[in-house]
């Protein structure tokens, strides 16, 4: 079992990463949104490595700080014991690791070859 404190200190760091990729994400966005939208323009993007690189930076440190905030919940709002603790923790780790494979699958799969 990972200490609390570990836990936590993971979330704040996902969080300030998210600040950062995030930022350059909307970047990208910015003048005209719907311009960048258009499917020119994405595929545009996902031809740069880099950006698919921050796109996959933003779904694993979503995914941890979502997970842990979601498992922190749970275990605050409804306190039982080790058994349901360790129901939380496998629950929350195959419903991250489900996030994991279908974000990391869409982002490849959008990759020109």
Known sequence: MVA??????????TGLIMIIVVG???????????????WPAVQSQISMAWYDIVLLIIVYAASYHAMNGLRTIMLELFHGGKA???FVDVLV?????????VGTYTIISLIPL
């Open 84 to 86: 349901f603790t360790t």
């Open 93 to 101: 780790i195959a419903l991250g690791l489900l996030v994991v494979v």
């Open 24 to 38: 350059i994400h909307i970047a990208y966005r910015w003048p005209s949104y719907d311009a960048s939208v258009s």
């Open 4 to 13: 609390k404190s570990t836990l936590m200190k993971w979330h704040y760091i």
